[in-house]
Every structure is written in structure tokens, then in C-alpha cells.
């Protein structure tokens, strides 16, 4: 069974960047990966996906311009690259895993996600 583990997340200042790494284990091929992430007011905001077999990627408008969604196939592993962090950026990201398809102008809804890691906490100071 695939298990997700989310990393490197750490406090930053406003402006500054982080890069996430997500390692999947387990069967991992065919349809997408996605990060989401929980703010302190409980909110859960979907980031972005990519297809773990094409590269395709979508954002939503959180991550738009921002974020960039990445994979290494040959290291399991999915990285979430944020720059410009902004103090509303504070969350705990997560990423999941979901069997269904994935692409440029779309991501999975969080329900069809079955996988989840623990997430990591993000934390941007003004």
C-alpha cells in the first residue's frame, strides 16, 4: 500500500521561499499527486497536482505564479517549490495521492485522495 511523507517545512520570512518534498512509497504510478495545506482558521485550500505518469501540473489560484509543482520519478518523490511567501501562507501542507487522473486544467477533489501524509508546518512572519 503507498504511504506519503511531507517535509521541509520551517519558518520564513515574509518574501522568503521554501521548498516541500513529498516521498511516496509503495505503488505509486497512475494518476496524481496533490498538495494541500490547513490554515490556523481550519481552512483546507487545495494547492496544486501533478500526473505522476505525464508531468502535468495545474494550480489553483493560491499557488498561481508563486509555486511550482515538481516530480522525481526516478526518487518517488513530488516537491512543491514556494517562493514570495506571503503570512496567509501559513499552514500545515499536505500531500495525498490520488488513482485518478490529473492534468493542466485539473486536480482531483480532496475526496478522491486516499493516501495522506502527516504534513508539515509551514510558518511565514510578517
Known amino acids: 500500500q503507498a504511504q506519503v511523507m511531507e517535509s521541509g517545512g520551517g519558518s520564513v520570512q515574509a518574501g522568503g521561499s521554501l521548498t516541500l518534498s513529498c516521498i511516496a512509497s509503495g505503488y505509486i504510478y497512475g494518476g496524481c499527486m496533490g498538495w494541500f495545506r490547513q490554515t490556523p482558521a481550519n481552512e483546507r485550500d487545495e494547492v496544486a497536482c501533478?500526473?505522476?505518469?505525464?508531468?502535468?501540473?495545474y494550480y489553483y489560484k493560491s499557488a498561481e505564479g508563486r509555486f511550482t509543482i515538481s516530480r522525481d520519478s526516478a526518487k518517488n518523490t513530488v516537491y512543491l517549490q514556494m517562493t514570495d511567501l506571503k503570512p496567509e501562507d501559513t499552514a500545515i501542507y499536505y500531500c495525498?495521492?490520488?488513482?485518478?487522473?490529473?492534468?493542466?486544467?485539473?486536480?482531483?477533489?480532496?475526496?478522491?485522495?486516499?493516501?495522506w501524509g502527516l504534513g508539515t508546518q509551514v510558518t511565514v512572519d510578517s
Open positions: 501533478i500526473s505522476t505518469d505525464y508531468g502535468t501540473t
Open positions: 495525498a495521492k490520488s488513482t485518478k487522473y490529473c492534468g493542466i486544467t485539473y486536480c482531483p477533489p480532496p475526496e478522491d485522495y486516499a493516501v
